[in-house]
């Protein structure tokens, strides 16, 4: 199994409730080691897709392996392979901190000794050793979410599924479950499979899928999506007034907004080119970079941190 380069691997999968097509005829593949984000609005299809992957919901049509593995034949197999944090908490509201993580990984058969190490590991890596006693439904929901993650990784799965695990997490929070998340893809060439709707997050994923209406409508890594659907701009703030005649005799489309003088770009090597022929006029300006809130808008119509 280690010669395995797609550990995800999804094929024409469809998912229907009576006319509601929430996954619709989708095929996708996750690389080993990779950070792969699924982006789309609420009802979008990125969490029906998660829960077959997990085997809750059962699929309608189509092919699912995990780790080579038919999850129609295999998911037995398949379950330990994954981690998993879910939207919504499933830790149990009145046990401790420290019996919810014990009563995770005794699941699969982790030991004792190699338990209360990895809690010890975790609680330090998540900043929540002062907290380990204390019962869940006493902690906040940025504790609550730390220990989510922290319960996932008990028995250091192969696959991290992320179901907008960092929703309600203050910066610093979201920070400590960043960093732990990528040591261990580090280490261990864990995979992860993310949905979120914070676009900094999307940012740093190798390879991102767009869903909207139960299908794929754009793939691909954050930059080659930001280069075909998010043009960059430069703004220019402070100018010779000679500018304004040079670009009208180039026929160089420009226009004023709140911020300035604003020009559309398709590249950076567009940018290069219009800097070095112009900058002796410039005096003050700024290079806006495509974004991937742009790329959502673009593709959807949607803007996805409104929905």
């Known amino acids: ?132 006693h204390r019962p869940i439904d006493k902690l906040s929901g940025g504790q609550k979410r730390r220990v989510d993650v922290a319960r996932a990784l008990m028995h250091l799965p192969k696959i991290l599924i992320l179901d907008e695990p960092t929703t309600g997490l203050d910066p610093k929070s979201r920070i400590l479950v960043w960093k732990l998340i990528n040591d261990l893809r580090k280490e261990l060439k864990m995979t992860v499979l993310l949905t979120t709707h914070y676009m900094e997050e999307a940012n740093e994923a190798n390879y991102v899928v767009m869903m909207d209406n139960g299908k794929i409508v754009c793939e691909g890594t954050p930059q080659e999506l930001k280069r075909q659907y998010a043009n960059d701009f430069i703004y220019i703030y402070k100018y010779q007034n000679e500018l304004i005649n040079l670009l009208n005799n180039n026929k160089i489309n420009f226009v004023f907004d709140n911020k300035g003088l604003k020009i559309k770009f398709t590249s950076s090597i567009e940018i290069k080119e219009f800097l070095f022929k112009y900058l002796s006029y410039i005096e003050d300006f700024e290079i806006i970079k495509g974004s991937m809130d742009t790329v959502f808008l673009n593709v959807t119509g949607k803007n996805l941190r409104d929905e």
């Open 1 to 132: 199994m280690n010669s395995i380069i797609n550990i995800v691997e999804i094929k024409h999968l469809k998912k229907y409730y009576k006319e509601v097509k929430a996954v619709d005829d989708i095929s996708f593949k996750i690389k080993q080691g990779e950070l792969f984000a699924f982006l789309g609005v609420n009802g979008a299809g990125k969490t029906t897709t998660i829960h077959i992957i997990c085997g809750i919901l059962k699929k309608d049509f189509g092919e699912v392996f995990i780790h080579g593995f038919n999850i129609d034949k295999d998911l037995d197999i398949i379950k330990p392979l994954l981690g998993i944090v879910f939207q919504n908490s499933v830790l149990d509201a009145k046990l401790s901190v420290i019996d919810n993580l014990r009563n995770k990984a005794y699941l699969y058969g982790i030991d004792k000794e190699t338990v209360n190490q990895r809690i010890d590991y975790f609680a330090k890596k998540l900043d929540f050793i002062d907290i380990l």
